[in-house]
């Protein structure tokens, strides 16, 4: 499975970003998927997830109510709406995916990473 993550940039605090991930190699159909970030000397950490055979999703505490994780089956994409940024949620995102039936937050529990993409909210 290769990822390609895209839609990262620069915006005010208060603003949005759309990220995407597309998949090529194989669909999402039997994965989660899942977004995480890691900002300079930080661990990469837990966003979202996507469960894409029954739909269930599940978000960190600091992204509740301003993120939307979504899928677009035809297109084998998933998005990350993120909405009224802060500067703490400067970081790089990354899209992973793993053969799991469960919502895993676990970084570790990915077995595909995307590239990343960079977000930067500005005070």
């Known amino acids: 499975v290769q990822l390609q993550a895209s839609g990262g940039g620069l915006v005010q605090a208060g603003g949005s970003l759309r990220l995407s991930c597309a998949a090529s190699g194989h669909t999402f159909s039997r994965y989660v998927t899942g977004w995480f970030r890691q900002a300079p000397g930080k661990e990469r950490e837990f966003v979202a997830v996507l469960n894409w055979s029954y739909g269930t999703t599940s978000y960190a505490d600091s992204v509740k109510g301003r993120f939307t994780i979504s899928r677009d089956n035809a297109k084998n994409t998933v998005y990350l709406q993120m909405n009224s940024l802060k500067p703490e949620d400067t970081a790089v995102y990354y899209c992973?995916?793993?053969?799991?039936?469960?919502?895993?937050?676990?970084?570790?529990?990915?077995?595909?990473w995307g590239q990343g993409t960079q977000v930067t909210v500005s005070s």
């Open positions: 992973a995916a793993a053969s799991l039936y469960y919502t895993a937050t676990d970084p570790g529990k990915y077995d595909y």
